[in-house]
């Protein structure tokens, strides 16, 4: 059981847009400016994709936007593209006791 | 630019003790901006953080795992490494470590740049 909530799977046609929701506590994802969101290919290391909730990294496509809600957080990927097809997953700190926390990730299908 | 690289045996005998070292290239380990972590996920699930350790050498761990790991740092090696005892075969996993970026408020914030992760099997 991860303390972070994501779905499942998502899937998506080329050129649309997929949202992912990440869904944690007033302790970690409401309480901070925190969510990250890693993109993973199979076999491949976590890529960071979204830090403090929405900022981009240097070298991540304007695809990619985040956004926070109350204790949701949520990734958009718009344009989709076929290499876009990996599992995401969320993290965020969860204060001085617990630190750091996932959410048992997203695979994300492009149709 | 900064890489990290992980490097220990790929086989572990039940009950007994995993060690990993993560070497740093491209920068110091020393600096304030990262809190230096380990992350895993075993084959076929998501990612579990196991803790992370800042240059001072203060150290963060996993409430659920707390209890048998153990996470150090060699400045002059500019290396980080985690120690995980009593290994069951729950403990199979890739281990990944990465640069835990400090953020403004000087608390953990997000992971970047990661190993290629080691593949760790607990068999006998």
């Known amino acids: 059981q991860s303390a972070l909530t994501q779905p499942a799977s998502v899937s998506g046609s080329p050129g649309q847009s997929i949202t992912i929701s990440c869904t944690g506590t007033s302790s970690d994802v409401g309480s901070y400016n925190l969510v990250s969101w890693y993109q993973q290919h199979p076999g491949k290391a976590p890529k960071l994709m979204i830090y403090e909730g929405s900022k981009r990294p240097s070298g991540v496509s304007n695809r990619f936007s985040g956004s926070k809600s109350g204790n949701t957080a949520s990734l958009t990927i718009s344009g989709l593209q076929a290499e876009d097809e990996a599992d995401y997953y969320c993290?965020?700190?969860?204060?001085?006791?617990?630190?750091?926390?996932f959410g048992g990730g997203t695979k994300l299908t492009v149709l | 630019q900064l890489q990290l690289q992980e490097s220990g045996p790929g086989l572990v005998k039940p009950s007994e003790t995993l060690s990993l070292t993560c070497t740093v290239s491209?920068?110091?380990?020393?600096?304030?901006?990262?809190?230096w972590g380990w992350i895993r996920q075993p084959p076929g699930k998501g990612l579990e953080w196991i803790g992370s350790?800042?240059?001072?050498?203060?150290?963060y761990y996993n409430p659920s795992l707390k209890s048998r790991v153990t996470i150090s740092v060699d400045t002059s090696k500019n290396q980080f490494s985690l120690k995980l005892s009593s290994v069951t075969a729950a403990d199979t996993a890739v281990y990944y470590c990465a640069g835990g970026r400090r953020a403004a408020a000087g608390t953990m914030g997000w992971f970047d740049p990661w190993g290629q992760g080691t593949l760790v099997t607990v068999s006998s």
């Open positions: 993290c965020s700190y969860a204060g001085s006791s617990t630190y750091v926390v």
């Open positions: 491209g920068g110091s380990i020393s600096s304030s901006s990262y809190y």
């Open positions: 350790i800042y240059y001072s050498g203060s150290t």
